[in-house]
T-cell receptor
Framework: ETGVTQSPTHLIKTRGQQVTLRCSSQSGHNTVSWYQQALGQGPQFIFQYYREEENGRGNFPPRFSGLQFPNYSSELNVNALELDDSALYLC????????????FGSGTRLTVV | RKEVEQDPGPFNVPEGATVAFNCTYSNSASQSFFWYRQDCRKEPKLLMS???SGNEDGRFTAQLNRASQYISLLIRDSKLSDSATYLC???????????FGAGTRLAVHP
């Protein structure tokens, strides 16, 4: 059974650029959530996809957008990058919309300069 | 007020010590509760779910008090390998988002 994989592992972007982060969910999982973790803080919920539909969103601006594909993999897109977007971006997958806990990928560390 | 609050620590304890972490949550409609462990610069990993009746997994015991909206984690006989940040997590909302506390850092020393 493969776990959750994210790519790339590290990324450096310039303020104002756009970035796409990718996530392959664990086999059999149909729910994917994205989280942003700034240094010294707990992860913050960005949004969740369940069977290709967004079914929940946290307090993030519209420049954070996402997709889930038929194989339940997912993308997180961030437009007009700001310095404060520098963080660890975590993807987590689950069955049944997370009632039994989520499995996290190892994350993408994004640095905006 | 944060939805999930934890003592940030750090807790510095010797090997073999017993240490307890506490957590409170604000949404009384929260459905499920977890403790996650996060090593430095790594992803969070599920340590254990927390049930109303209390549950134990080896040296780890978790308790939930729904009336007080309080969650705890007890670690007995601490090992060096227990050094990590422990995140209190609540599953909440109609679409089951995970809400994390800021984490409690534990350092176990020889």
């Amino acid at each position: 059974e493969t776990g959750v994989t994210q790519s790339p592992t590290h990324l450096i972007k310039t303020r104002g650029q756009q970035v796409t982060l990718r996530c392959s969910s664990q086999s059999g999982h149909n729910t994917v959530s994205w989280y942003q973790q700034a240094l010294g803080q707990g992860p913050q919920f960005i949004f969740q996809y369940y069977r290709e539909e967004e079914n929940g969103r946290g307090n993030f601006p519209p420049r954070f957008s996402g997709l889930q594909f038929p194989n339940y993999s997912s993308e997180l897109n961030v437009n007009a990058l700001e310095l404060d977007d520098s963080a660890l971006y975590l993807c987590a997958s689950s069955t049944d919309r997370g009632n039994y806990g989520y499995t996290f990928g190892s994350g993408t560390r994004l640095t905006v300069v | 007020r944060k939805e999930v609050e934890q003592d940030p620590g750090p807790f510095n304890v010797p090997e073999g010590a017993t240490v307890a972490f506490n957590c409170t949550y604000s949404n009384s409609a929260s459905q499920s509760f977890f403790w996650y462990r996060q090593d430095c610069r790594k992803e969070p990993k599920l340590l254990m779910s927390v049930y109303s009746s209390g549950n134990e997994d080896g040296r780890f015991t978790a308790q939930l008090n729904r009336a007080s909206q309080y969650i705890s984690l007890l670690i007995r006989d601490s090992k060096l390998s227990d050094s990590a940040t422990y995140l209190c997590v609540v599953l909440s909302g109609g679409y089951n988002k995970l809400i994390f506390g800021a984490g409690t850092r534990l350092a176990v020393h020889p």
